[in-house]
């Protein structure tokens, strides 16, 4: 885990990288805990984010490697407005439905997390990365 602190109004940062194994998930919660300290917002975004990076995670790590070796790395970046956070996998990825509602019969396995990301966020985006893998990103606006 590395990152970078300062108390000047500009961004804090902390990136972790985790086996990509359910077990871990827990660790990526934890960091993000420590960094709502620093950031000072209330615990109902914190509870919204974990839940967001949960399921985030989840994603990486029941579709990316089918049960093989890797790894998923969490990018957080803590804004005096907001809270941006990453979460990459350099595994095989799958088809997000970004477009069917969370009610909807329409969801595909995994398609619930991502609904439930949207749902939580102020914005997300999810894509491809050139050289494998997927890149998921949601941002928090802060009070």
Same mark, same amino acid.
């Given at each position: 885990?590395?990152?970078?602190?300062?108390?000047?109004? &500009?961004?804090?940062?902390?990136? !972790?990288?985790? =086996?990509?194994?359910?077990?871990?998930?827990? *660790?990526?919660?934890?960091?993000?805990?420590?960094?709502?300290?620093? /950031?000072?917002? =209330? &615990?109902?975004?914190?509870?919204?984010?974990?839940?967001?990076?949960?399921?985030?995670?989840?994603?990486? @790590?029941?579709?990316?490697?089918?049960?093989?070796? /890797? @790894?998923?790395?969490?990018?957080?970046? *803590?804004? =005096?407005?907001?809270?941006?956070?990453? @979460? @990459?996998?350099?595994?095989?990825?799958?088809?997000?439905?970004?477009?069917?509602?969370?009610?909807?019969?329409? !969801?595909?396995?995994? /398609?619930?997390?991502?609904?439930?990301? &949207?749902?939580?966020?102020?914005?997300?985006?999810? &894509?491809?990365?050139?050289? /494998?893998?997927?890149? !998921?990103?949601?941002?928090? *606006? !802060?009070?």
């Amino acid at each position: 885990m590395s990152g970078i602190a300062n108390g000047n109004g &500009q961004a804090s940062s902390i990136r !972790l990288t985790i =086996p990509a194994k359910a077990e871990y998930i827990t *660790l990526g919660r934890l960091a993000l805990t420590g960094l709502a300290r620093v /950031g000072a917002f =209330p &615990q109902d975004v914190l509870g919204d984010m974990k839940l967001a990076l949960t399921e985030a995670c989840t994603n990486s @790590v029941r579709h990316a490697y089918e049960g093989g070796a /890797g @790894v998923v790395e969490i990018h957080y970046e *803590l804004h =005096p407005d907001r809270l941006v956070v990453e @979460v @990459v996998d350099e595994g095989e990825g799958f088809e997000p439905r970004l477009d069917a509602e969370p009610d909807s019969d329409e !969801l595909s396995e995994g /398609g619930l997390g991502i609904a439930i990301i &949207q749902a939580l966020a102020d914005d997300f985006e999810i &894509q491809r990365r050139g050289g /494998g893998g997927s890149c !998921l990103r949601f941002v928090k *606006l !802060l009070p």
